[in-house]
């Protein structure tokens, strides 16, 4: 077991507090998809937080304690937002292509801060691309990495798939 939280105080082993995950000040707005991850991860946390406790492990109490204190947090402020049927605009949950000069295309889905992935093309609502592309139509030039694409699709979000 790691000891690097726990010292020795008086013989007795002492956990170090370690300080609660940081809650981003945004909204918290998920997908369907993005809430299930959520409610996963809180049950997760529960059970870990448990299993600890019965195994008298106070450094993994204290790593499960902060973790479900987090998750806990995250699904109590969770908002699910679906994405809407109307796409004349970019809005949370949608799916947006760009095509970047020389044909090259990407495709992202803007989604809720812990559900994003950006390898995996999911982005959060407050990320600066996600920001670029709010609101915005189809033909629209934006300002998104390193030169200016285009918005050539706009699709609903899957809660399915990522």
Do not use: C
Not at 20 to 39: C, M, W
């Amino acid at each position: 077991m790691s000891r690097a939280f726990i010292k020795e105080v008086d013989g007795q082993d002492f956990v170090e507090a370690i300080p609660d995950r940081p809650i981003s000040p945004e909204r918290n707005f998920v997908t369907a998809r993005g809430l299930r991850l959520i409610e996963a991860e809180e049950a997760r946390a529960r059970r870990l937080l448990a299993e600890a406790q019965a195994a008298g492990d106070r450094a993994a109490h204290a790593h499960a304690g902060r973790e479900h204190r987090y998750w806990s947090a995250r699904l109590a402020s969770a908002e699910v937002v679906a994405a809407p049927a109307d796409t004349r605009e970019v809005r949370f949950g949608h799916r947006v292509t760009l095509e970047r000069d020389g044909g090259r295309r990407s495709s992202f889905r803007i989604v809720g801060l812990d559900e994003a992935d950006p390898a995996r093309g999911l982005i959060s609502y407050p990320s600066p691309v996600a920001r670029a592309l709010l609101n915005r139509a189809v033909g629209d030039s934006v300002r998104a990495g390193p030169g200016p694409a285009e918005i050539v699709a706009i699709e609903p979000g899957d809660d399915e798939a990522p």
